[in-house]
């Protein structure tokens, strides 16, 4: 049985994610610890008050109406965490985006992926094999994942126009970057694949805001491929990403003499699987195919899923009960939040530091039982004050 949030959930889930310093783990904390985004929005502005932010800016119905409204005439739609077109894959990792904004083919999204990604100023061999690569694991079965950037991603996008295809923007679906590739973009979507994104639809796309599209990339794909990375190039921030979310990471070698090729044989040197044919890609992710396979977890804690009550909206669909506040069907909903004292705040502020820690061992050191500490945690991150890291980690920012 397939689920689907209702109009009303829609515009509840889309105005949360839309408020000020609510990102995917705040607002799955939220949405556990008060039954539902509505009841989550109700008690937005005390949270807000209690953590020394009494102008924090809520989203208003009007403004994710209009979004919603925005959305539909360009031809996109909001897909939420669970339901049918919502990708398996990036589902599965830590910080899923409840809310993604596609265009364009669900099929494209229903297939598995593979992500190709590498330098932005690519040399000719490099922009062949993407070619290559693309092509042949496209007509294997494959969607081909990647950024819409110039060069190697550009490439890997043409290549697989046939065989299906999706981009994932750092903006809003409205705000293509780079410009020039707009017309590539409808490409994608006239032939049968997909845009995608999280953000805004008239998001103008910022620095920061490119790791976060990296982090999608790989979470929709079985595997990286980075195809020519210089060091502290953004594909290896997206490797990093895979090796944390469990995915497959693949590099292809390169001349040592070429400042194109350091980042990737760096890779293969500290154990990426080695990239010299298309064969190579596919050998390794055929067991995961045939096992039906999704990887979860991260590096760190390969079992992992923090705060998984919203997958249990949809697993626990049949079960009829766990009816939150918004009648949500299935989730099942924490009891009402304990009351954070002021001393209890600072306990857990003086166990905090730069270092990640986890929730569980703040929970120890301190004496506080878990839902008081998340609580506290969730209070400090809307705040400005807590940094969140891969494997459930915790810090004070600096």
Known sequence: MSARLTDEQRIAWLRLIRSESIGPRTFQTLVNRHGGAGAALEALPQIARRSGRPGLKIASRDEVEREIEATHRLGGRFVATGEPEYPKALRAIDSAPPLIVVRGEAKALARPMLAIVGSRNASAAGMTFTERLARAVGEAGFTIVSGLARGIDTRAHRASLRTGTVAVLAGGLARVYPSDNEPLLEEIIAEGGAA????????????????????????????????????????????????????????????????????????????????????????????????????????????????????????????????????????????????????????????????????????????????????????LEIAGRLVRHAGNGVSLST
């Not at 910022?206 to 595997?223: E, K, Y």
Request: charged residues 25%; glycine residues 10%; negative net charge.
């Open 196 to 379: 995608l994104s999280e953000m805004p639809l008239e998001w103008e796309p910022r620095g920061r805001d490119f790791p976060r599209r990296n982090r999608t990339v790989s979470g929709l794909a079985l595997g990286v491929v980075v195809v020519e990375a210089a060091r502290k190039s953004g594909s290896l921030i997206t490797a990093r990403f895979a090796l944390e979310q469990g995915r497959e990471v693949f590099a292809v070698p390169g001349s040592p003499l070429d400042p194109r090729a350091e980042g990737t044989n760096d890779l293969i040197r500290q154990g990426a699987i080695l990239c010299g044919s298309p064969e190579h890609v596919l050998d390794a992710l055929a067991p995961l195919i045939a096992a039906g396979e999704v990887p979860r977890g991260s590096a760190e804690d390969p079992g992992s899923r923090p705060h998984d009550e919203l997958d249990r909206l949809w697993d626990e669909l049949d079960l009829g009960n766990g009816r939150g506040h918004e009648g949500a069907p299935g989730l099942l909903y924490e009891s009402p939040p304990e009351p954070i004292a002021t001393d209890e705040t600072s306990i857990v502020v003086n166990l905090l530091g730069p270092a990640p820690v986890s929730p569980d061992d703040l929970a120890r050191q301190s004496g506080l039982s878990i839902r008081a500490v998340n609580g506290i945690l969730l209070e």
